[in-house]
């Protein structure tokens, strides 16, 4: 299984925006883009620290319409929780599990099997 990690992105608004709204992708996000036409990965891990907690809602929305062909496995960083309850942060995930099928949020559901490879984890900040 090829896989393509992503870790501390640290996106900003716009460029969050921008990829959802896939007007004017960023450049950096473009890039990302270019990367997994390269790779051909057969699934993305993102390892946290991707986005602020205002944007944690934005999430599936974000990596949906970024790698809307590939399964992303996404566990969150101490970042996302920066002045925001671990609850509240949880509960936005679970708001957009739904819209969001190939996304796996590992906070949510501990681990996950893909094609025979278990992925685990979460975040271990709190």
């Known amino acids: 299984m090829k896989v393509l990690c992503l870790s501390d992105l640290h996106l ?3 460029m ?3 990829a959802i709204d896939k007007s004017a992708v960023a450049s950096f996000l473009a890039r990302i ?3 997994v036409e390269e790779i051909s990965p057969d699934v993305v891990v993102v ?3 991707s986005v602020v907690p205002a944007q944690v809602r ?3 929305a974000l990596f949906g319409t970024l790698l809307p062909e590939l399964p992303v496995v996404l566990t969150l960083g101490n970042h996302e929780f920066w002045n925001a309850s671990f609850e509240d942060t949880l509960a936005k995930l679970k708001e957009q599990t739904v819209n969001a099928p190939n996304i796996r949020y590992l906070d949510l559901i501990g681990g996950v099997e893909l094609g025979g ?3 685990v984890g979460g ?3 709190f």
């Open 123 to 125: 975040t271990l900040f």
């Open 47 to 49: 390892t946290g620290d």
């Open 117 to 119: 490879v278990n992925f």
């Open 16 to 18: 969050v925006i921008d």
């Open 33 to 35: 883009r270019r990367i």
């Open 12 to 14: 900003k608004t716009q």
């Open 58 to 60: 934005l999430l599936s």
